[in-house]
C-alpha cells in the first residue's frame, strides 16, 4: 500500500508542477510583445477555432431515416424479412410500481398482420 500511495502523491506533485509550468509560461507570454503573442494565437487558437467549427458543424441535427442511420444500429432494430423491435416505456417514473402495473393494464400485444 506504501507504494501506491507514493506513486499516488508522486502523481499529484507532476501535475502541481505541470500546471506551474504552464502557469509561468501564460505569464511569460502575457508579458511579451504583442507580435509575440499574436505569432502564438496564430499557433494554438486558430487552429483550434477550425476544428471547433468542424466539431460545431458535425453536431449539427439532420433528419434521420432507416437509409441515414448505420447498418449495424439498424440491423440490432430491423430483421432481414423486415420485422421491426419496437420499445414502448411507461409514461412517469420506471421504478413505481403503480405506474408499471397501468402500463401493464394498457399495453396491448399485436400480431403482424397487414
Known sequence: MGNAV???SRGFAGRVLERRRLADALSKLAD???????KTQAI???PLKVVLDQL???????PVSLKTLP?????QWKTKDGLQ?????????PNDNDTLRKFA????IGTNTP
Request: without cysteine; neutral net charge.
Open 44 to 46: 494554438f487558437v486558430n
Open 105 to 108: 393494464a394498457n399495453a396491448t
Open 32 to 38: 511579451s510583445s504583442q507580435a509575440t503573442r499574436d
Open 6 to 8: 507514493n506513486g499516488m
Open 71 to 75: 447498418p449495424d444500429l439498424v440491423s
Open 85 to 93: 423491435r419496437v420499445e414502448a416505456l411507461p409514461r412517469g417514473d
Open 56 to 62: 460545431k458543424n458535425l453536431l449539427q441535427a439532420q
